[in-house]
């Protein structure tokens, strides 16, 4: 918890909400797929060391010697890794036995899916490559969440919602974060989209996200996902507005009326 505290704000106060059993299981998830971002967001790693280990990483997690393989992979460059990053095998053992093995193949898959579009340099010509992308690093994410639901207590969600989901969540990172992608030469918009098709794209699959949880019953699986998707309504209405980001008294406000916390 105290990693998680440190890598995200927006996470911390939904994952602690959960029940027993179900909160190691999430936060094992949420930490191991951080723990990949890290990699393929490092500002100092050579694209041909981050494909490296991502490949690893993607392979690793389908062998049954995963630990040690983790560790002498990441050997080389503990001193430019994350300590989220090189723990990731304490992520991992943080899940409960029956729902590791699904947590460990989403990993695998995102990380291989990283390290393709390391290759391609994060070139995105189409709204077809936005929706790709935004599955290998989100969408994905979403159906894992859902499998995991599943897993905990026979709770049942779109999967089709559930990648838009967390495809939804990702646009409107990548809104927030255009100035600094274009900074180091990145650009997730497909070409000729401006900021409406942009927000255009992002309004349809957070509605989807709606629906998604609109499925979900009164509990704690329902107060996960209804703040990190009120947070990200409220990012999309005030770059709207001509804000540069949700302001933090509002963030404080949206986090307060979901949970009755003051924090996010």
């Known amino acids: 918890m105290d990693m998680l505290a440190s890598t995200s704000r927006t996470f911390l106060i939904p994952i602690n909400g959960l029940v027993p059993g179900l909160k190691e299981a999430v936060a094992s998830a949420y930490l191991c797929m951080r723990a990949i971002d890290e990699i393929e ?6 694209s041909a060391v981050k494909h490296e280990l991502l490949i690893g990483i993607s392979r690793i997690l389908r062998e049954p010697s995963w630990n040690a393989a983790l560790q002498t992979l990441f050997q080389p460059y503990r001193e430019q890794l994350p300590e989220v990053t090189v723990r990731m095998s304490d992520w991992i053992d943080l899940c409960p036995d ?8 989403g990993t695998a898959q995102m990380a291989g899916q990283m390290a393709e579009w390391v290759d391609k340099g994060w070139e995105i010509k189409s709204e077809a490559d936005l929706d790709h992308y935004t599955y290998c690093v989100a969408g994905a994410v979403g159906e894992l969440l ?5 897993w905990y207590d026979g709770t049942k969600t779109d ?7 967390g495809r939804g969540l990702q646009a409107v990172n990548i809104l927030l974060n255009q100035k600094d992608d274009q900074t180091r030469g990145v650009a997730f918009f497909p070409e000729g989209w401006g900021m409406d098709e942009m927000f255009a794209y992002t309004k349809r699959n957070l509605d989807q996200a709606d629906a998604y949880i609109a499925d979900i019953p009164p509990g704690p699986i329902f107060n996960f996902c209804s703040i990190p998707l009120a947070l990200a309504h409220g990012s999309l209405n005030a770059l ?15 986090v307060s009326r979901l949970t009755g916390e003051g924090t996010a």
């Open 240 to 254: 709207a507005a001509g804000e540069s980001k949700l302001r933090r008294s509002d963030v404080l406000e949206i």
């Open 98 to 105: 029956t729902a590791t093995a699904r947590v460990l193949e």
């Open 41 to 46: 967001d490092h500002p100092e790693l050579p």
């Open 146 to 150: 859902t499998d995991l639901w599943m």
């Open 159 to 165: 999967r089709t919602k559930a990648v838009a989901f």
